[in-house]
């Protein structure tokens, strides 16, 4: 299992980072924080450069959106290092009036398309990204459609309103 | 370069031949090319027979899984996990139906666990026979695919016996599985461990050593282990690079600790490797099997799920006639179960390589958000540059081996 434990991650981040770190959580053993715009590109070319932890292998990039928050979208990495066999979870989150956020592409190819994708879901622009632009929706979209103002279905159909189950 | 793309669509990008003269020619691989094996675009420069560069183009079967998770509850999004790698649709449920208990904290009876395992094995075997027999039609062999495609259907008639679907099987349930395997089920997988391995040898005498196909394949799309985790490769095609990352040792899901099995690795991670190691993952799927099989027989008969009432739907005759039964079966299907306020990231290894489920739930009847990350998008985007220098013939069969499913590449 993992040859190093999540404290040890967190108190090498906290003497690097110090008050950038924030938020730390385990759900479910994995280990998660939230840090600043301004610090992101630091702490995860920290932690895949690390030679004690070695975060060398991106797993994920998405995003998430909480209209009713300040900073209403979240982007959230998922990096896992091989070598320790341990994963842990980065959040930042952003406003929708400012959505910009550094790239990853400079420390990972492989953050091109997942990039990609959350801008195009989400309406991330994650400035010095080398091609960012659509990916699976078409390119004349207007709207962001993974944000939680559009709905899935047309608003005015009434079959399926939650007063009909008693919600 | 410069008509290469253009700066009104840099997504979907289309060529001006204007010069007659000019060396290099326009080539649209796809969106619906009989060698692609699905719907892939992929326009190329190119210079004779040979790529100058090009780039991908995806999204045709896009069908926003993603938006419709967040409208279902856990329940049904099992069908939305069905058609992503619909080679191995199983591991994909069974990776939906872990990730819920995960997070509800279910224990599953070993029993479960070892039934689980061995519809995975079967599933990634089928997988696998997909790729590892189109690769041998692309190469011009196409005598191994219909050995080989007999075979998958004989796979496919125990997934019927199990679950009644066959390709999109929505199999099992959260906390088990809708019913226990039948005497049919059990009899023929064992018919099926006995009548596969001279079948899968008889397809590895007629690839393996055979010249025409290793001139074909080696060295072609041969990738080194730093650009594969540059690229966040995972699954066969990394493996084949040399790193051993298998989700299956790393954080062993569904009891597969007690399980003796090797991952195989190869060194250049080339065509050829790729297919040997397809191959000889299909032989450690099978030892699985075994073991499996053996493991089940000391284990006491009939229990096919875990025993929580509030999210496993109770049989029938019970809601006719039971009071509980029936509170339970109303609370399960209007969603009034209550569930943790929380995150979880569960992977499994599927038929590409590592197929993670983030699901973030805020309590209620439907997840929050739930992100699929889907090995084939992301094993994908490496193919266009790799493509540059490539011959056109070479760059198919890099293709066929990648193993990309379009379901899977485009959710």
């Known amino acids: ?167 | 370069m410069s008509n290469f793309i253009t700066e009104t669509s840099p997504n979907r990008p289309y060529y001006t031949d204007n010069d007659p003269q000019g060396d290099l020619t326009t080539l649209n691989l796809g969106p619906t090319h009989p060698a692609t094996h699905g719907v892939f675009q992929n326009v190329l420069q190119m210079d004779g027979e040979r790529i100058v560069s090009g780039v991908s183009t995806i999204g045709y079967i896009h069908r926003a899984f993603e938006k419709i998770a967040e409208h279902r509850p856990f329940y049904q999004i099992t069908t939305l996990t069905d058609r992503m790698n619909y080679c191995s649709s199983p591991i994909n449920n069974m990776g939906w139906h872990m990730t819920v208990e995960k997070l509800l904290g279910i224990e599953m009876p070993k029993r479960v666990d070892y039934l689980r395992v061995i519809v995975m094995e079967l599933s990634r075997i089928t997988d696998h026979l997909i790729c590892n027999g189109i690769l041998g039609v692309d190469t011009g062999a196409f005598t191994g695919f219909l050995y080989l495609m007999e075979e998958r259907e004989h796979i496919y008639e125990i997934f019927e016996e199990i679950c009644g679907a066959r390709l999109t099987t929505n199999i099992g349930r959260i906390g088990g599985f809708e019913r226990d395997f039948n005497d049919i089920a059990f009899a023929k997988i064992e018919k099926f461990l006995e009548k596969f391995p001279p079948i899968l040898k008889e397809f590895e005498t007629l690839f393996n050593r055979n010249r025409i196909f290793i001139d074909r394949t080696s060295g072609v799309g041969a990738v080194d282990p730093e650009t594969a985790l540059n690229y966040s490769w995972s699954g066969p095609i990394l493996r084949a690079t040399g790193v051993d990352y298998d989700v299956r040792v790393n954080e062993p899901y569904s009891s597969y600790q007690d399980f003796d099995f090797e991952i195989p690795v190869g060194t250049k991670g080339d065509v050829y490797d790729r297919f040997i190691l397809r191959n000889e993952e299909m032989w450690q799927s099978l030892r699985i099997i075994e073991q499996a099989m053996e493991k089940l027989k000391k284990e006491p008969k009939g229990i096919f799920h875990a025993d929580v009432p509030e999210f496993y739907l109770p049989p029938k005759e019970k809601v006719y006639n039971n009071m509980e039964a029936l509170i339970y079966h109303f609370k399960i299907v209007m969603g009034e179960v209550d569930t943790p306020k929380t995150e979880v990231y569960h992977a499994v290894e599927g038929g590409n390589g590592e197929l993670g489920f983030y699901l973030i739930n805020d309590g209620g009847r439907t997840p929050y958000r739930l992100h699929f990350r889907r090995p084939s998008f992301i094993n994908y985007q490496m193919y266009a540059p790799m493509s540059g220098g490539m011959l056109l013939s070479d760059a198919i069969i890099n293709m066929s081996s990648l193993n990309i499913i379009a379901g899977e590449l485009d959710a």
């Open chain 1, 1 to 167: 299992m993992a040859k190093i434990a999540n404290q040890d991650i967190t108190d090498k981040l906290n003497t690097k980072f110090g008050n950038q770190i924030t938020a730390i959580s385990e759900p479910f053993g994995l280990l998660s924080f939230e840090t600043s715009v301004t610090a992101i590109s630091e702490v995860l070319s920290f932690l895949k450069s690390d030679t004690e932890l070695k975060f060398n292998y991106l797993t994920d990039i998405t995003a998430v959106h909480y209209p009713e928050k300040k900073e209403a979208l979240g982007v959230i990495y998922h990096l896992h290092s091989l070598t320790n066999n341990v994963r842990v979870r980065i959040k930042v989150f952003i406003t929708t009036a400012n959505p910009n956020i550094p790239t990853a592409t400079t420390l990972w190819e492989g953050a091109n398309w997942m990039e990609r994708e959350t801008f195009d879901f989400f309406g991330i622009n994650f400035t010095g990204h080398p091609n960012l632009v659509r990916i699976l929706n078409v390119d004349d979209m207007t709207v962001f459609p993974m944000r939680r103002e559009y709905q899935l279905e047309d608003p005015n159909r009434i079959d399926k309103k939650d007063y009909f189950f008693g919600r």
